[in-house]
Nanobody, 125 residues
Framework: QVQLLESGGGLVQAGGSLRLSCAAS????????MGWFRQAPGKEREFVSA????????DYADSVKGRFTVSRDNAKGTVYLQMNSLKPEDTAVYYC??????????????????WGQGTQVTVSS
């Protein structure tokens, strides 16, 4: 059974940092594109970032570019999202997801196969 488990969310002041982790079990992520999405209250889920299977290529939403960094450790089966200079508008539930193939530019949720349960990030002003 494939499971993705996010951790690292919490409450932080604006300008602060958090690092999210996504640990996979029941699958090897080494051949998967891994993505991060978020959903704020009353809003649709949106793409945040994605990383190629090798980690050599990344993609970011314009709203987080320059502030967030995605990385992965295939040996540990874990993907990370380092979030710096956080803003109140970053408040959301953050989800990691995986998809087969090599298209790391996939930004639609329906293009991903497996999802975690999410972790809450709250940024206070």
């Amino acid at each position: 059974q494939v499971q993705l488990l996010e951790s690292g969310g919490g409450l932080v002041q604006a300008g602060g940092s958090l690092r999210l982790s996504c640990a996979a079990s029941g699958m090897s992520i080494s051949s998967s594109v891994m993505g991060w999405f978020r959903q704020a209250p009353g809003k649709e889920r949106e793409f945040v970032s994605a990383i190629s299977w090798s980690g050599g290529r990344t993609d970011y939403a314009d709203s987080v570019k320059g502030r967030f960094t995605v990385s992965r450790d295939n040996a540990k089966g874990t993907v990370y999202l380092q979030m710096n200079s956080l803003k109140p508008e970053d408040t959301a539930v953050y989800y990691c997801a995986s998809r087969s193939g090599r298209d790391y530019t996939a930004r639609l949720g329906r293009e991903y196969d497996y999802w975690g349960q999410g972790t809450q990030v709250t940024v206070s002003s």
